[in-house]
């Protein structure tokens, strides 16, 4: 009973200090193994960001890109305006952002009136509500939604 320990107590300690030497190893291990790997990919992403760069390439899209990306996402909210309600809802930021824009023609406007409706039949569509109204305030809206858009303001204040 050297220092005071019960037989078999200073063995188990032995080892309890050796695993815990190997967990230490491991996790030195681990980390500069994952070190390693982040190293490797910001270095891969550096490189593949300056490497064009370097050799003269443009990363800019041709001039006919944007109007062709324009007029595919307003295809696709011609679409959707008049889907069904669960897309639109789901489209309903890009929506109004799009008539804020660009302005607005009578299939955009039809799936913001489809939108008004939505959010005065469920009671709890508050942020999608919010979000018609703040449009609404910022832009001339069609004569027509006036009144929807009053009865959403009288509900969701």
Known sequence: MRLGMFPGQQ???RRAI???REQGEARANRRAF???GGALVVGGAVGLGV???ALGVSHEQPEQ???????RELALLHRIAVGPLDQLESVAPNLTARIELHGGDDRLWLGYERLLLLALAMRDR???ARDL?????A?????????LLARLREMYG
């Open 11 to 13: 063995e188990m300690f």
């Open 133 to 137: 109204a703040a449009m609404a305030s």
């Open 65 to 71: 890109a944007e109007p062709v990306a324009a007029d």
């Open 34 to 36: 994952l070190i390693a």
């Open 51 to 53: 490497a064009p760069w």
């Open 139 to 147: 832009r001339a809206v069609p004569d027509r939604l006036r009144p």
């Open 18 to 20: 050796a695993i815990a």
């Open 126 to 128: 508050v942020a999608l």
